[in-house]
């Protein structure tokens, strides 16, 4: 019998958020991998919070740094494939917990890839993304019509993308957020941003002028072409 | 006590797709609007298959005629957002069953404006959006690093953003294919479709050249910069 890597979007924050499939695979697993130390892994902090018994499970922590130095990646990427290649061997299956959903942004893509690469059995589990959880949390929606839908990392300029029509998502903007602001203003966006959605400390800035120079990573803007407010 | 209008997104299709919270507000509701006769609403027959108890609760049946005629559409808001806040007017809470998420290109999110308007109180529950589990049937991701996630409805012009650097999502495109398709080739672009995705009768299209020339409203076209399979 062959085992299985799982990757599980636990959603935003909110432990309600986790899908029926995601909370029984979870439940039903005994080696469970987290991109980071279990201390200040937030994937890992949601998903306790629905299924205690996760205390119980073997742990891999596997060293995810947030860098862009490509050598500390690929070392990173190599151990961490290593680490669940073994309990693979073994045939125990492992699920890898990652926030949001696993196919925008995660981490736990690299890790897919390389194990699948290897010829072993991979398998996603969707999770809420984070900008969906942040329209419904300023109780409004994203797109409607004929409105394309843009989701812009913190790393592409924002710039090529803001001049096209429909709703911008700007993800991670939190260091960089006196250049997209500016670059909202030079084109007479709206915008509105959540910091730390669903979670118990989130923040809603309800105008441009309400956002703040710098915010945590888990900042998020959404620049709507009519108003953001319902 | 006021009541409260729920958009309630049940993901794709996948049954155990849909998230705790939505599971329990599905739950515990009374009042059910779906936007369909019952016998053709895939969103409640999804959401039935997991909550039974479905069946013995009061059903409003809201028309929402696919259209793109502005005065029939108005009406039939009209009519929904009606029927809705009347029994919101006898204090009982009410559940809307959407496909996927709420917040992207739902039907819900114009009765949900409406009812805001009224004065009720309104509150989004997420789903998995259609897109997400494309990926995941397809088991790879959408967007990495500096990748712009660019989702595109049918009715949009595709040309003007497939020039764009990003994954590119084309929403809904079933009977538009034969113009998909050659806006794909003329940018160069690779591409792979899901139809019905995670429902029983689920098809996939691996390549530009295996999607077909007509196909169910319930299509999605995915279009790496990448080669889409790991």
Redesign the interface.
């Known amino acids: 019998m062959s085992a299985t890597l799982y990757g599980v979007g636990v ?1 935003p924050g ?8 995601a ?2 695979t979870i439940e039903h697993a005994q080696t469970i991998a987290i991109p980071s130390a279990k201390d200040t892994c937030m994937a890992y902090h949601i998903a306790r919070q ?1 299924i205690p018994e996760l205390e119980q499970k073997t742990i891999l922590e596997i060293p995810m740094p947030m860098t862009k130095d490509t050598a500390i990646l690929e070392e990173s990427h190599k151990k961490g494939t290593d680490m669940i290649a073994k309990e693979l061997k073994q045939h125990h299956n492992v699920v890898f917990l990652t926030l949001g ?6 981490t736990y ?2 890790i ?2 390389s194990i ?2 290897l010829g072993y059995s ?8 984070s900008f ?2 942040a ?2 949390a300023l ?15 913190s ?2 300029p924002v710039e ?2 803001l001049t ?3 709703t911008k998502v700007l993800m991670k903007s939190g260091r960089k957020l006196p250049y997209v602001k500016e670059a909202l203003k030079s084109q007479a966006l709206q915008a509105v941003m959540v910091e730390n959605c669903t979670m118990t400390n989130e923040i809603q800035y309800r105008s441009l002028d309400e956002i703040p120079d710098n915010a945590g990573y888990y900042s998020l803007i959404i620049a709507k072409e009519d108003a953001v407010n ?1």
């Not at 909110?14 to 499939?21: A, S, V, W």
């Not at 959903?101 to 995660?106: C, R, V």
């Not at 991979?122 to 993304?129: E, F, K, Y």
């Open positions: 959603g909110d432990p309600e958020l986790i899908t029926i499939k909370y029984k629905l959903d696993p196919t925008i942004y995660s893509i690299y897919h890839k699948h690469a991979t398998c996603i589990i969707n999770g809420i993304p969906c959880a329209a419904a109780n409004t929606g994203l797109v409607e019509k004929d409105q394309p839908l843009i989701v812009i990392p790393s592409y090529n993308l096209q029509k429909g319902t």
